[in-house]
Nanobody, 125 residues
Framework: VQLQASGGGLVQPGGSLRLSCAASGRTLSTYVVAWFRQAPGTEREFVAGNRRSGDITYYADSVKGRFTLSRDNAKNTVYLQLNNLKPEDTAVYYC???????????????????WGQGTQVTVSS
């Protein structure tokens, strides 16, 4: 599956963005999907992940209540809604996918086979 992330940009603190991850080549509903982010000089960090069924989504504590992962199976696209953004949310955001992931491994970036190219989110006044 090929993943194309978009929607990043420059936003002021407290603002919002919606990131999109469009898939091609395979039906994304048959994959576990997640978002990771990486700020300069840091390791890739789990942000949110969603089981194939889409019924349960897991979030990093740092984004819980502010970010929402959703799927649109008709468009073969996954979204990450970012609200109440903070400067510490500044990073390159990646969408990732894999056919199956053990729940205990969901937050490990090396677990995923497919990565989008990343989209830059900058939160600054």
């Amino acid at each position: 599956v090929q993943l194309q992330a978009s929607g990043g940009g420059l936003v002021q603190p407290g603002g919002s963005l919606r990131l999109s991850c469009a898939a091609s080549g395979r039906t994304l509903s048959t994959y576990v999907v997640a978002w990771f982010r990486q700020a300069p000089g840091t390791e890739r960090e789990f942000v949110a992940g969603n089981r194939r069924s889409g019924d349960i989504t897991y979030y990093a504590d740092s984004v819980k209540g502010r970010f929402t992962l959703s799927r649109d199976n008709a468009k073969n696209t996954v979204y990450l809604q970012l609200n109440n953004l903070k400067p510490e949310d500044t990073a390159v955001y990646y969408c990732v996918a894999k056919r199956t992931v053990i729940l205990s491994q969901l937050r490990r970036p090396d677990e995923y086979d497919y990565w989008g190219q990343g989209t830059q989110v900058t939160v600054s006044s």
